[in-house]
Every structure is written in structure tokens, then in C-alpha cells.
């Protein structure tokens, strides 16, 4: 099997540039930054656990698709900590925050 062509590469380029990826933080990252990241990941897991699309999710959450696509793709510039909070809050009433030291 050979490599594709300049042109199939060009047009996969094109393609994936269109695409935003899933964020991730890193060791410059703020708590906040990483606080809400693990908030998105922990809906993440529910969904996934539930086995929903993300459909039903922003049904289940009383929010539009594309909100739940922005927490499935870790978009933690783009929504809230009150509102992951929140997020979190209706998948699991007995939720409990706390600081580790």
C-alpha cells in the first residue's frame, strides 16, 4: 500500500482543519482550568456509561446539542463552572465538591 497522493492529502487537510478536537489541559493550566476539565470528564463518563448519544444527553440535561457537545470536547472556555456544576448536579443529586489539600 503506497502513501495517498497531494491531492488526497491536501483534501484530508482540509477536512481535519474544519474539526476542533477535544481540549486537554496541561501542567501551565490554571485549577480552574483543570477543575473544569475533570467536570466535563466526569459527563463524559455518564454518558459513555449510559451508553447516550448526545441527543439524549441534552435532553436528560435540559440543554441544547451543541452545549453538550462543547462539555463532550472538553470546550471548558466556552461553558461555565456554575453551569458544569449544574451539569453534574442533575446526573447525580448527591454530588459533593470538596478542596484537597
Partial sequence: MGYPSKSKLKE???KLNK???TL???PSSTSA???RWELCQNLVRFMAQKNLSQVEFA????IDQARVSEVVNHRID???TDKLIAYNETINPKVEFKIAR
Fill in 12 to 14: 484530508m487537510d482540509a
Fill in 19 to 21: 474539526i476542533e478536537g
Fill in 24 to 26: 486537554m489541559v496541561g
Fill in 33 to 35: 482550568e483543570k477543575f
Fill in 59 to 62: 435532553k436528560l440535561l435540559g
Fill in 78 to 80: 466556552k461553558v461555565s
